[in-house]
């Protein structure tokens, strides 16, 4: 993905005679992660994943929606190196809803006084750099994921810290709410997403790289998105 | 990788260039993108799923037809960008280059609209606000921009962070940014009266 694609030798094993494929057979979902687990990150010298753990899984919103968290590149110096470069994007799973496209003027009418902002809080108690920020859907929560291997939840209007998860012991690279807020999404280095609960304290670990990977992702992008299922692991 | 924001295609990339769309459904392979000679960094969808961007690391970036899989065309040579980003309308396309300028597209006639050079060091992330009126940027040079998405006119620069400004993200209201820096901060920016 954006951050880390290094200009890297690797050799895709899931792509062997991609140019002599024609017509492309049909293949299954489950040959890509593994594929994208091999490739290495451009500030890491080393893949971070366990061997095991082929296909990092990171979460982000969909993109060209209404964001409430972005996409970025890969900070420069990274203590600890993303294990996939172009993993980083899982939307959350909607229903197939026909997207309009609505092909207005440039920009609409800008309501919100944008030069009137000013710092509210700054956030601190992370001990590494944070990798992403996003807002919980009714804006009242952000979530901050960082290379202390922690997310943390900050009242956005107080700063308060809320809480801090602790779960993952490496990089956590990406911190992503479901739609309906009910689920928060956590993925790290490690090739895990961890998903949390409200009002819960334990967590439903995912390794993705074990079991069939369409499966797993599947269930990954279902429980982001579905509102019964907060804590799924399959 | 990403999913279309209907979630029916999901778009993965190969170290080699290519990027590959599949039927979210069935796992099947619905088309393979090819014409990028490096690795492909980012890939976008317009919010109709129609359209792919993709940006590589061959400093180009390029347009697809979902549908089809057909080129529509390239947009920039010779520069790399990373973070794509389209106005939740669909109607332009923003992208953040490493040397930290920021280019604007129509989306509907691939017109360049806008070069914004204001950043000084690399371009790390693009948010539009929900309302699509204004876009922030964040950098490498510790700031973050926000952009009024019409006129592309600079509306504010967020100073404060001591290193690099890695995410930016706007409230679901819009009304509050957060920005996640390198300097181990997240901050929270509101508009005040």
Known sequence: ?234 | MAFSPDGAVLATTAADGAVELWEAETGGLLTTLTGHEGPVVEVAFSPDCAILATASHDETVKLWEVGTGRLITTLAKGEEFTPLAFSPDGAVLVAGGADGTVKVWEAGTCRLIATLTEHEHAVCSVAFSPDGAVFATSSDDTTAKVWEAGSRRLVTTLTGHDDRVGSVAFSPDGTVLATASDDYTARIWRIEN
């Open chain 1, 1 to 234: 993905m954006a951050y880390v694609l290094g200009r890297s030798r690797a050799v895709s094993p899931q792509r062997p005679e991609k140019k002599n494929d024609r017509p492309m057979p049909r293949r299954p979902l489950t040959g890509i992660p593994e594929g994208l687990g091999t490739r290495r990150c451009r500030a890491g010298t080393a893949p971070a994943a366990p061997a095991s753990a082929a296909e990092p899984l990171t979460l982000r919103p969909p993109v060209g929606r209404p964001a409430v968290h972005a996409s970025r590149t890969a900070p420069p110096r990274r203590s600890c190196p993303l294990p996939s470069d172009t993993g980083t994007v899982l939307a959350p799973f909607h229903k197939r809803s026909r997207c309009r496209f609505l092909n207005r003027r440039v920009g609409g009418r800008v309501n919100i006084d944008y030069s009137r902002l000013r710092l509210h809080a700054a956030l601190t108690g992370h001990r590494e750099w944070i990798g992403s920020v996003a807002f919980s859907p009714d804006g009242a929560v952000l979530a901050t994921a960082s290379g202390d291997g922690t997310a943390k939840l900050w009242e956005v209007g107080t700063g308060r810290l809320i809480t801090t998860l602790t779960e993952h012991r490496k990089c956590v690279r990406w911190a992503l709410f479901s739609p309906d807020g009910a689920v928060l999404a956590i993925s790290a280095v490690d090739g895990t997403v961890k998903l949390w609960g409200q009002g819960t304290v334990g967590s439903s670990p995912l390794s993705p790289g074990v079991g069939s990977g369409l499966a797993r992702w599947r269930s990954v992008l279902m429980a982001l998105c579905s509102p019964l299922q907060p804590q799924t692991a399959p």
